[in-house]
């Protein structure tokens, strides 16, 4: 017999609508960022202006290696470079580019994607590399990781000091006890030359924590590169982390360098680290043990000196009892754990963050009359049980500043899933909690007209989705393999929306009358 549960939160979690691409925010998207294009042929600069048009990022154009040196001035946010220049190549471009700027990401342009200029460019630290004639797809969304990399390197982490904090930077707030432990543990670890292991749900933090061990490491002056592990298949993933030689699988139609080898001297952080295959714990064992690797189809030993700062939101050693993570890998990440508390047990710290969130999005929306919540949105907000954690108190404040037309955020101007708890629907939903969400969506529909809800797209796809991830999960009898397949969606996927969802799998599987308890999976 399998139950599948959803639980607190009737219609999931709103931040699930901030989904990052390859586990990392877009940063393109209303950016104020400058992209500097060296390139002697004079349609490349019009072309990339057109392909990236209306996302708020500058081209700047430059026909040779001089030309562009002196745009460095006017601090550029991602280099595109060719590789063939007059006055000398793009190799000695960007070794004088990095003497100036060492974490600015260079993609190169390339009409030639196997020669051994091209190999030797991505070894001296190029981010990635395209060929001519130019994907203008593909080129916009690699000018939009490339930008989400330079912001993790250069926007600093602030952690809680008596000085004002920066306005420039992003900040870990917090008060409570369990927020001192994680700062004073930042303040342990980042000096270290030792990998870290950062626990917590998803939307806690994880990722800034790792980037405030980053930025006050002894590597701070290196590369910061992250990966979200449960982002991508298996192969792509091992290609990612290691490169991959010309031929080794079907699409391999050059040789690539993998995020180990770009990222030597600085710091890779790998989120999701939980959701790696079996084969790829192995692979990154041996790297933390021996400190080398191959590339995927490769004989070449490559040595690396990556600092890995993994996180998770899984628990690891219930894996390892369990067979499905490897004990050996477990011990190496756990050189040093830190473990960030869910929002709900954080106490008065909600407070503080929703004062910095308002007045950081008050900001960023242009909303500078906007200074306040009311008693009775407070009220809502702090009784509210935060599944999400951080990231969905982000999204939250960020859909009321834009709902708000007066000076003051009211309990209306709330997403509908925050202002439905302690309803009727939310009791509803908690009574049929271990039953299949309802497919009718006429009672639900007709109580957000009578309720005048602003909400209910998001609300109403939520409820399908929640409805239909739970009958194909009974159908499975709890496979997420075979679930994620009928859906047309990865694994990591399903698993996401599980969780963003809060829906939870507990099994008991009859075979020759002995039960068999499966544990309950996020």
């Not at 590339?295 to 490559?302: D, P, S, W």
């Not at 999960?473 to 929306?497: D, E, F, P, V, Y």
Request: aromatic content about 6%.
């Amino acid at each position: 017999m399998l139950t599948v549960t959803a639980t607190d939160c009737p219609f999931g979690s709103i931040w699930k609508l901030y989904r990052r691409h390859l586990g990392l925010r877009s940063n393109l998207e209303g950016a104020m960022s400058t992209l500097l294009v060296i390139d002697d042929d004079r349609a490349v600069p019009f072309l990339i202006e057109r392909a990236i048009q209306g996302t708020g990022v500058t081209v700047l154009p430059a026909r040779s290696v001089h030309e562009g040196l002196e745009m460095l001035e006017r601090r550029p946010d991602v280099v595109l470079l060719d590789i063939m220049l007059p006055e000398g190549s793009g190799l000695q471009a960007v070794q004088k580019i990095q003497a100036r700027d060492p974490k600015l990401p260079i993609i190169f342009i390339t009409a030639g994607g196997t020669s051994d200029t091209t190999i030797e460019a991505m070894k001296l630290g190029a981010y990635d590399y395209l060929l001519k004639p130019l994907d203008l797809p593909k080129l916009k969304d690699l000018v939009e990781r490339a930008l989400e990399i330079r912001r993790l390197m250069q926007v600093r982490v602030e952690l809680p000091s008596s000085e004002a904090p920066s306005p420039d930077g992003d900040h870990i707030i917090g008060r409570s006890p369990a927020m001192c432990e994680v700062f004073k543990a930042i303040g342990r670890v980042a000096p270290q030359n030792v990998t870290t292991l950062i626990v917590g749900e998803s939307g806690t933090g994880k990722e800034l924590v790792a980037r405030a061990i980053y930025h006050h490491s002894a590597r701070s002056s290196e590369r910061f590169l992250a990966l979200n592990c449960a982002a991508l298949p298996e192969t792509l993933l091992e290609s990612e982390l290691f490169g991959h030689e010309k031929g080794s699988f079907t699409s391999a139609n050059y040789r690539r360098i993998g995020k180990f080898e770009q990222c030597a001297r600085g710091t890779l952080f790998l989120d999701e680290v939980g959701d790696m295959s079996p084969l790829l714990q192995s692979k990154i064992l041996r790297v933390l043990q021996e400190k080398r690797f191959e590339r995927v189809g490769g004989n070449e030993t490559i040595e690396t000196d990556v600092r890995v700062i993994a996180a998770t939101n899984r628990d690891l050693k219930d894996m390892v009892a369990k067979g499905t993570f490897r004990e050996d890998l477990y011990y190496r990440l756990n050189g040093f754990t830190i473990k960030l508390p869910p929002l709900r047990e954080r106490g008065e710290d909600i407070l503080f963050l929703l004062e910095h969130l308002l007045s950081k999005f008050a900001r960023e929306l242009n909303k500078p009359d906007v200074h306040g919540i009311s008693p009775e949105a407070m009220e809502v907000l702090t009784r509210y049980a935060w599944p999400g954690n951080v990231r969905e108190l982000e999204a939250v404040v960020r859909q009321a500043l834009l709902n708000t037309t007066g000076n003051v955020i009211l309990p209306d101007f709330l997403p509908e899933t925050v202002r439905m708890v302690g309803r009727g629907t939310a009791a509803a939903m908690s009574a049929n909690s271990n039953d299949t969400p309802p497919s009718d969506l006429q009672p639900f529909v007709d109580e957000c007209l009578q309720n005048g809800s602003t909400d209910m797209y998001t609300a109403s796809v939520e409820m399908m989705e929640r409805y239909l991830l739970t009958r194909v999960l009974r159908h499975t009898r709890g496979n997420q393999s075979q679930a994620a397949r009928m859906l047309g969606i990865t694994r990591g996927s399903l698993r996401n929306k599980m969780r963003a969802l809060r829906i939870q799998l507990g099994s008991t599987v009859k075979v020759d009358d002995l039960e068999e308890a499966a544990a309950e999976v996020e």
